[in-house]
């Protein structure tokens, strides 16, 4: 069991090594999505994801149509603070793709737009605050879809 952590255009390098971190520890697969906000030599990626980075499967994407195309028919789910339904309400399934957008502004709105029905958010009790941070959201729906395949 395991899923596809998919990001699109990440910008933090200490992100997106923390993200590709838990995607070892969970048996998932990263996929990154040019164009990037650092180069993968950065050493604060590195760092974030320490000596596991080697051992990753990680795919890379040079844009978003190049990514959509070769899995396009695969189950996906869209994750946005702006999302009407919550997180827990989705049905994960085993190889199902977590989509996530980039940490300043989150997924484009046409990708929103178009997948309305399989976007979720994960709710927020605070008005003082937009979002999370990009790679503790990818840990709180990576451990809700483990927690329900089981």
């Given at each position: 069991?395991?899923?596809?952590i998919v990001l699109i255009e990440p910008e933090i390098p200490n992100n997106t090594g923390n993200i590709g971190r838990l995607a070892l520890a969970t048996?998932?697969?990263?996929?990154?999505?040019?164009?990037?906000?650092f180069e993968l030599s950065d050493k604060r990626l590195k760092r974030a994801g320490l000596d596991y980075w080697q051992h990753l499967n990680v795919k890379i994407y040079e844009n978003q149509e190049l990514f959509f195309e070769q899995h396009q028919d695969k189950e996906m789910v869209f994750f946005s603070a702006t999302a009407k339904q919550n997180h827990w309400e989705v049905n994960y399934k085993d190889d199902?793709?977590?989509?996530?957008?980039?940490?300043?502004?989150?997924?484009?709105?046409?990708?929103?737009?178009?997948?309305?029905?399989?976007?979720?958010?994960?709710?927020?009790f605070s008005e003082h605050i937009r979002s999370l941070n990009l790679a503790n959201a990818v840990a709180i729906?990576?451990?809700?879809?483990?927690r329900q395949i089981g």
């Amino acid at each position: 069991m395991a899923f596809n952590i998919v990001l699109i255009e990440p910008e933090i390098p200490n992100n997106t090594g923390n993200i590709g971190r838990l995607a070892l520890a969970t048996g998932s697969t990263l996929h990154l999505v040019k164009p990037f906000g650092f180069e993968l030599s950065d050493k604060r990626l590195k760092r974030a994801g320490l000596d596991y980075w080697q051992h990753l499967n990680v795919k890379i994407y040079e844009n978003q149509e190049l990514f959509f195309e070769q899995h396009q028919d695969k189950e996906m789910v869209f994750f946005s603070a702006t999302a009407k339904q919550n997180h827990w309400e989705v049905n994960y399934k085993d190889d199902m793709f977590l989509v996530f957008g980039k940490e300043s502004i989150g997924l484009p709105k046409t990708i929103l737009i178009q997948n309305e029905k399989h976007s979720v958010k994960i709710p927020l009790f605070s008005e003082h605050i937009r979002s999370l941070n990009l790679a503790n959201a990818v840990a709180i729906s990576i451990y809700e879809g483990l927690r329900q395949i089981g």
